[in-house]
């Protein structure tokens, strides 16, 4: 962590392309081959800072109570973690801020940003997999389920059997499809609270703005998912 923090106050700094690699190295207090024993570009440097702030999330949406609906335990995660000053410096969100904003204009920065975004994704998926399956869900959520089930007539064709339970690679299937929608609401909102220049408190912070994104999936069958 140490050489991804150096990096990034050198991207905050000067700037990526005024940015080498022998610098980071220099800034760490290492030689440049072991900087390259751990990353292949100096983009790569800053992707555990990347995946510090995804992690937090993903944990803190695994720590959520039992019997915690999905949805609240969604936006009680990104409330607790994406809040400026919850748990990390004003300087680590103005790092933050900067090195999210430079995925905009940087393809080479992007693609790790996307990378860790994946990687995020797929853990998301197995945590909402096991508070479903654990029977985190809310007799709302069956409500929900119940009427999607009565709209959707593919899928009690195609992913059910003769007992009439779901079938789990159709869960599977919608667990990932969750997944990447809450991360998609997540992204969007750091995404475009980097974007912004407005710093004043009327101004919506990253928090608030993936908490009306992840509002889309207050409705999502939940329930539906645990019949298998």
Not at 4 to 12: D, E, K, P, W
Not at 124 to 142: K, P, Q, S, Y
Not at 200 to 209: R, Y
Request: some cysteine; charged content about 25%.
């Amino acid at each position: 962590m140490e050489i991804a923090r150096a990096a990034a106050g050198l991207f905050v700094r000067q700037g990526l392309k005024a940015t080498r690699a022998e610098d980071i190295a220099q800034a760490a207090g290492i030689a440049p081959r072991t900087f390259y024993r751990y990353f292949a570009a100096k983009e790569e440097a800053v992707a555990p800072l990347y995946e510090a702030g995804a992690r937090r999330w993903v944990e803190a949406v695994r720590a959520a109570p039992p019997g915690t609906p999905v949805p609240q335990a969604l936006e009680d995660a990104v409330r607790s973690t994406l809040r400026p000053g919850a748990g990390e410096s004003s300087d680590s969100w103005t790092w933050v801020r900067t090195l999210v904003r430079l995925t905009h204009s940087t393809p080479s920065l992007r693609r790790v940003w996307a990378e860790v975004c994946q990687t995020s994704e797929r853990a998301l998926a197995e945590v909402l997999a096991a508070r479903v399956r654990a029977g985190t869900t809310t007799d709302n959520d069956a409500e929900h389920a119940a009427r999607a089930a009565q709209a959707d007539g593919t899928s009690r064709a195609g992913s059910t059997g003769s007992t009439g339970r779901v079938d789990s690679a159709a869960v599977d299937a919608r667990l990932r499809f969750a997944a990447a929608v809450a991360s998609a609401a997540v992204r969007a909102a750091v995404e475009g609270w980097a974007a912004g220049d407005g710093t004043g408190e009327d101004q919506p912070g990253p928090a608030e703005l993936a908490v009306a994104n992840l509002a889309t999936l207050r409705d999502f069958p939940w329930d539906a998912l645990t019949e298998f």
